[in-house]
């Protein structure tokens, strides 16, 4: 009982280890994303768009995928497979969160900043617009803006204006229309609907990702520990009774040879 668990622990240290790591690489990522990518004038809107920075996933869930794979050798072997499973299910899209959730909080505290206000007030007047322009507010209703448009006001005069301001996005993908050539429609098109299947992409490789790291660490968890035979203790031998054999007879054998 005391071995199942100091090997349950030791598998809660590793998963909250992993989770703190992955989702730490994901801020770090968003964080330099946010402050110098995104801000590159007229293709940051693009990279922003693309969301460039989930590019990351592809590292951030093979270790947390492998991870979770090899951490099964600490969990019995009737609950192995089916602990870790629920685990990933579960953290797969909290992780894969993280770069919204920081995007969303700066956001807010830009708009503190330009307002001089608190970052409670901030979030009430960005509730308001997030409200009135999709009908939901929070992260949640940052995030569905988002998917229309990569640019967000960050003062009261821009709310105001917003409606310039997405004619600002849209010209300047326009502007590297004339470069690359493509239909208007096809810009329009892209902004109004793909940055959903853009998400829906990168959510698909954070998954897949997880999933074939999580089974290569069970399968080099098997093949590295292999099951021992079990030690019993030696059996005693059988008594054998002994078997009376016939003495030579040498006294014999010498009065003939005298004869």
Request: proline share 5%; hydrophobic share 45%.
């Amino acid at each position: 009982m005391v071995k199942l668990l100091s090997r349950t622990v030791i598998y809660v240290f590793i998963a909250v280890f992993l989770l703190l790591t992955t989702a730490g690489i994901k801020v770090g990522a968003s964080l330099i994303a946010e402050q110098s990518l995104y801000k590159i004038i007229i293709i940051g809107d693009v990279f922003s768009t693309l969301e460039l920075v989930e590019f990351v996933n592809v590292l951030v869930f093979a270790i947390l995928g492998m991870g979770f794979g090899l951490a099964t050798a600490f969990l019995p072997k009737i609950s192995r497979y089916k602990t870790s499973a629920i685990l990933l299910i579960i953290l797969v899209p909290l992780i894969f969160s993280t770069s919204a959730m920081v995007r969303y909080n700066i956001w807010v505290e830009d708009f503190a900043a330009q307002e001089n206000t608190s970052y409670t007030e901030a979030q009430s007047l960005t509730n308001s617009f997030l409200s009135d322009r999709v009908g939901i507010n929070g992260f949640l209703g940052f995030y569905i803006y988002t998917a229309k448009l990569p640019v967000l006001p960050t003062n009261q005069a821009e709310i105001k204006g917003v409606e310039h301001l997405e004619k600002q996005v849209k010209a300047n993908f326009m502007s590297i229309n004339r470069i690359i050539r493509i239909n208007p429609e096809i810009v329009t098109g892209f902004l109004a609907g793909s940055k959903w299947l853009i998400r829906i992409f990168y959510f698909s490789l954070a998954a897949l990702t997880t999933i074939n790291h999580f089974k290569a660490g069970c399968q080099e968890l098997t093949r590295k520990v292999k099951p021992t035979a079990p030690h019993f203790p030696p059996v005693p031998p059988r008594y054998k009774p002994s078997i009376d054999k016939p003495m030579p007879q040498t006294g014999s054998r010498r009065k003939l040879k005298s004869h």
